[in-house]
């Protein structure tokens, strides 16, 4: 048990912010599998303070989810604090963090996102700002730099613990490498040597080994979790139990995979109609299927899909043809 401000956060397990990916269907489910915090996928402050729809819609959170974090993002401090002020009183978040890692150029145009970590001054300007406007605590998600020789990690965490973060989230990489290359780790355990605030690692967690060894030998407080849980929950329970217990639990089968597929689509259609949710389900089932052996020629299919029943029958189709094999060649060994 750890703390984030006032909220208490049940294990070191977190799951990451992922743009496209974290809305609630996707962090429920994965709560369900034992994360210690969840977060959701960055929304524009614009965004909020101009009321769009689609917006306000990425806004839901369900009572289930708690605790979680709620990701903002801009580049204007006036703009930035309202959404954060709207963040604070209109959801049932817990924590609200900023964005001050995305690498893409649309967010990057905007001066948001990876475009504060060439400025330790802004970063404190900003933050002390929505730090003062609001009553939830704020944290923040950044990179360690914005390339090679504009690495300011260690200035840009003790900015926003000047500035009363409660927190903050280190991706091992620079704005230049985006998901490429390896995570720097060294600046992580940097940043957690230079500040008092928890810090909590992100890069490269893979496996529930790698967790424990950036807790060990980084020092953070806790490690988050980003594409590694796209399609398998079920290393976030791993690393959980390992963490507790020393033992990893072993893979789930076909037929475990398939159901909890069948559960986030269902999530995702009440959440955002049956239309879109199948085309948002194509590339999480093709996530869920990754690794099984003969899954591949139902790709085009599943990638046709428009309604739920089509999408359970090809998914029950793999669990008869994929799932009973594997289920008798693991009885015969």
């Given at each position: 048990m750890w703390k984030i401000g006032d909220v208490?956060?049940?294990?070191?397990?977190?799951?990451?912010?992922?743009?496209?990916?974290?809305?609630?269907?996707?962090?429920?489910?994965?709560?369900?599998?034992?994360?210690?915090?969840?977060?959701?996928?960055?929304?524009?402050?614009?965004?909020?303070?101009f009321r769009n729809k689609r917006t306000l819609e990425m806004l839901y959170i369900d009572e289930r989810e708690h605790p979680l974090s709620l990701q903002i993002f801009g580049g204007e401090k006036d703009s930035l604090v309202e959404a954060a002020k709207f963040v604070d009183k209109n959801t049932n978040?817990?924590?609200?963090?900023?964005?001050?890692?995305?690498?893409?150029?649309?967010?990057?145009?905007?001066e948001a996102g990876a475009r504060w970590l060439l400025d330790p001054n802004k970063i404190y300007d900003m933050v002390s700002y929505v730090v003062d406007a609001v009553e939830k605590p704020v944290t923040v998600k950044m990179r360690i730099g914005w390339d090679d020789e504009h690495i300011y990690a260690v200035e840009n965490a003790q900015a926003i613990e000047r500035a009363g973060g409660a927190a903050v989230s280190v991706h091992g990489r620079t704005r230049v490498q985006m998901y490429d290359g390896k995570a720097n780790w060294d600046i992580i355990r940097d940043v957690k040597q230079a500040v008092k605030i928890p810090v909590i690692g992100n890069g490269d967690v893979k496996t529930p080994q790698d967790a424990k060894r950036m807790l060990d030998e980084i020092g953070v407080d806790g490690v988050m979790i980003g594409r590694a849980a796209l399609?398998?929950?079920?290393?976030?329970?791993?690393?959980?139990?390992?963490?507790?217990?020393?033992?990893?639990?072993?893979?789930?089968?076909?037929?475990?995979?398939?159901?909890?597929?069948?559960?986030?689509?269902d999530r995702l259609i009440n959440l955002k109609g049956e239309k879109v949710a199948l085309k948002e389900m194509r590339k999480h089932t093709a996530w869920y299927l990754k690794g099984i052996r003969g899954s591949g020629k139902f790709r085009n299919a599943i990638n046709s899909c428009e309604k739920r029943q089509d999408l359970v029958k090809i998914l029950d189709t793999i669990v008869e043809e994929i799932g009973e094999k594997e289920k008798l060649e693991q009885e015969a060994v």
């Open positions: 208490e956060i049940g294990n070191r397990v977190v799951l990451a912010p992922m743009a496209g990916v974290s809305n609630s269907a996707f962090r429920l489910t994965v709560k369900e599998f034992g994360a210690g915090l969840v977060c959701c996928e960055m929304i524009s402050d614009k965004g909020i303070n978040a817990d924590i609200i963090d900023i964005n001050m890692g995305c690498p893409v150029n649309k967010i990057i145009k905007c399609g398998n929950p079920w290393m976030i329970y791993q690393t959980v139990n390992y963490l507790e217990t020393g033992v990893l639990p072993g893979e789930p089968s076909i037929r475990e995979k398939m159901e909890v597929c069948k559960k986030h689509m």
